[in-house]
């Protein structure tokens, strides 16, 4: 098991900044790559970025790519997003995901997941 638990969550006004955390515990040498997703009210959830945990490769979605930036602290079992330029649409629930699999935009990849951190972004 690995267990996931975000923070950095909160209120930002349109053009500003938040950095979410994700520190993962347990079974965490069976993890292969770290992902973040969010859902809005009323929507799917949908990716926004994954690493994978060795070679550090990153992946984004086209809504998020220039703005956002995944990385990761290996020492520290830490995934961090860095979001900059917020917008009103990214306002959602983020949530964090581990995989024993290479960097994958699907959620079906994903065997663990944290609870989630809400950020909400106002015009």
């Known amino acids: 098991q690995v267990q996931l638990v975000e923070s950095g969550g909160g209120l930002v006004q349109a053009g500003g900044s938040l950095r979410l955390s994700c520190a993962a515990s347990?079974?965490?040498?069976?993890?292969?790559?770290m992902g973040w997703f969010r859902q809005a009210p009323g929507k799917e959830r949908e990716f926004v970025a994954t690493i994978h945990w060795i070679g550090g490769a990153t992946y984004y979605a086209d809504s998020v790519k220039g703005r956002f930036t995944i990385s990761r602290d290996n020492a520290k079992n830490t995934v961090y997003l860095q979001m900059n330029s917020l917008k009103p649409e990214d306002t959602a629930v983020y949530y964090c995901?581990?995989?024993?699999?290479?960097?994958?935009?699907?959620?079906?990849?994903?065997?663990?997941w944290g609870q989630g951190t809400q950020v909400t972004v106002s015009s």
């Open positions: 347990g079974r965490t040498f069976s993890t292969y790559s």
């Open positions: 995901a581990a995989s024993s699999m290479y960097p994958s935009l699907s959620e079906s990849s994903y065997a663990y």
